[in-house]
């Protein structure tokens, strides 16, 4: 079942190689047969390297992009009997599992990076090598837009979203070159604008100037960070014992919490003193499973999208 795809619309070129790819079908090689969560199924890579190697387990193909939903329905078109797809957005897991009858899991993978397609088709604004309009949503059909938070949010609210969201040194100063210059209707336009104020010793390092800002408008129209945390808790409340939640992540925010959501629940959310025997009675959900961290060197030369990916494992006790 497709749901949210226009079956007669062109699909769209997803293809890129999947990060981690060895690593994470090891990781699920020793999970129950069932039913394995794709939360951003992209291109579909994971699911096709998974399927491939396990014919005992099907997936649940999920991504707010429709684009992806359509890629990903054409390039597993040969494992139709053993997918099944749901446009939305990661946290609503529980609606996706229960409109396909789904009672419990196997497994769940969070790929959490942006796909080549989405920064590669200039009118999805995600990039600031093209010239297009500010959108930046995942899902086009709902949301504010990246141009919406530019040009309406405040001086604060600006200056919030890049230095949490990227570590951006110079928010104050791109926040109030921003509001200096509305509105701001293209995604040029606000490159030029961004790299114009930061100190010109600064531009000269790290990358383009205006990569951190994109990054943290991505985040924060799309709720990336706050939906997360309530996305990895309820793929760990429905996964069955000796199921494994893998996440891949691409920056210090989201690897944060996954790590903090993975730590709370090693320990079932005990609140005894560090050292200490448990007295309040917490059960541990999940325990670690010792996996490669960080793709290879071979991989990170050979593929440019793996080298800020870190992978973590639970399985579910």
């Not at 090598?129 to 040009?151: E, I, K």
């Amino acid at each position: 079942m497709i749901v949210g795809v226009n079956s007669h619309q062109s699909t769209p070129d997803f293809a890129h190689e999947p990060v981690m790819l060895t690593e994470i079908t090891d990781a699920f090689d020793v999970v129950p047969r069932g039913v394995v969560l794709d939360a951003t199924v992209g291109g579909g890579g994971h699911s096709r390297a998974l399927l491939e190697r396990r014919s005992d387990i099907s997936v649940l193909a999920m991504d707010r992009d429709a684009d992806a939903i359509a890629a990903a329905h054409a390039n597993l078109s040969t494992f139709a009997d053993r997918v099944v797809f749901q446009q939305g957005r990661f946290d609503a897991l529980s609606e996706a599992m229960a409109s396909h009858g789904i009672a419990i899991l196997s497994g769940a993978l969070f790929d959490l990076g942006v796909s080549s397609h989405q920064f590669d088709v200039a009118e999805r604004g995600f990039s600031y090598r093209f010239d297009a309009p500010l959108d930046m949503r995942m899902d086009r059909s709902q949301g504010r837009t990246a141009g919406d938070l530019v040009n309406g949010a405040s001086e604060e609210e600006l200056s919030r979203v890049l230095r949490d969201f990227a570590d951006e040194r110079f928010s104050l100063r791109i926040a109030r070159a921003i509001i200096a210059s509305r509105p701001i209707q293209s995604t040029l336009q606000l490159s030029d604008i961004v790299a114009s104020a930061i100190p010109a010793p600064a531009r000269r390092r790290g990358g383009h100037p205006a990569k951190r800002t994109f990054q943290a408008l991505r985040i924060a129209v799309n709720e990336e960070l706050s939906v997360l945390p309530r996305a990895l808790d309820l793929a760990i409340a429905h996964t069955c014992t000796g199921g494994r939640i893998a996440v891949l992540s691409y920056h210090s925010g989201e690897d944060r919490i996954v790590k903090e959501r993975f730590a709370h629940h090693s320990t079932g959310g005990c609140r005894c003193p560090q050292g200490l025997p448990c007295v309040c009675g917490a059960k541990p959900l999940v325990q670690r499973v010792r996996i490669p961290g960080r793709p290879t060197a071979e991989e990170q030369k050979r593929n440019r999208r793996s080298t800020s990916a870190r992978l973590r494992v639970v399985e579910v006790r």
